[in-house]
């Protein structure tokens, strides 16, 4: 496969190596002059129509790479979140929200110890940079994450800050046969990085179709490059 990276952050960065330590990864093309990968299959160039997917860590406008994509017939992933009412129609598939909150705990969720029956409770939870919490919902997250406090974002989401480099995201199934919490925890930027390229992964074999969109039409398929690229996933179990 071959990679075009457009990169501004440690959360690029990061996701250029994770690139290139898969096999498939015949060559990345780095669209940002500057800082670039010391590897024989690294080139920095502004062509990417012989790429297989435009991957993006939200540091270029997005309807300036919206666009680039569109002329070069390649999609697009995107790490930040963005409203799909924000930009008009895409001729290729533009993938936004690959990360973390967004991306990775819904893939948590196809993960077979995390698939709820119609009777439990789900509840799903993740981490970003910020002053913690010091009251609010207790969430389980896998070490050295642990327990913390979050807040509700949404209905069942919840949002737990931190104020050191570490992340995590986890799920939790509750019902008559006890609770179950499947989750991840690493290095914050690593784990957005490592999900932004499961995205990108997941987008370049063809997964989505053309249109503006979240990640949701393959979760299970970006949990699986996840755990490809060495995503190590906690499960814990309890009975009532």
């Not at 457009?6 to 250029?16: C, K, L």
């Not at 500057?34 to 297989?52: E, L, M, N």
């Not at 990085?193 to 039409?217: C, D, H, K, R, S």
Request: glycine share 8%.
């Amino acid at each position: 496969m071959i990679f075009a990276l457009d990169s501004g952050s440690e959360i690029g960065q990061r996701t250029a190596w994770v690139l290139l330590g898969d096999d498939r990864c015949t060559r990345l093309v780095m669209l940002n002059p500057g800082w670039k990968p010391s590897d024989s299959r690294v080139i920095q160039t502004k062509d990417v129509a012989d790429a297989d997917v435009l991957i993006s860590d939200g540091t270029t406008p997005m309807a300036s790479l919206i666009g680039r994509a569109s002329v070069a017939g390649v999609p697009l992933v995107l790490w930040p979140d963005a409203a799909e009412s924000e930009f008009g129609p895409a001729s290729v598939a533009v993938i936004v929200g690959a990360n973390v909150g967004t991306a990775l705990v819904d893939a948590l969720l196809t993960h077979p110890p995390s698939m709820p029956t119609e009777d439990e409770a789900v509840r799903v939870a993740w981490t970003e940079p910020g002053r913690p919490h010091r009251d609010g919902a207790p969430i389980a997250f896998p070490e050295p994450v642990g327990a913390t406090w979050a807040e509700e974002r949404s209905s069942n989401r919840f949002v737990a800050y931190r104020d050191d480099e570490w992340a995590a995201a986890t799920t939790i199934v509750e019902g008559q046969d006890g609770r179950r919490v499947v989750g991840v925890a690493d290095h914050g930027a690593h784990l957005e990085a490592l999900t932004l390229a499961a995205v990108g992964m997941v987008a370049a074999a063809g997964y989505f179709e053309a249109g503006i969109q979240g990640p949701q039409l393959a979760l299970s398929e970006i949990l699986a490059e996840a755990r490809d690229l060495e995503l190590d996933v906690a499960v814990w179990r309890s009975t009532p």
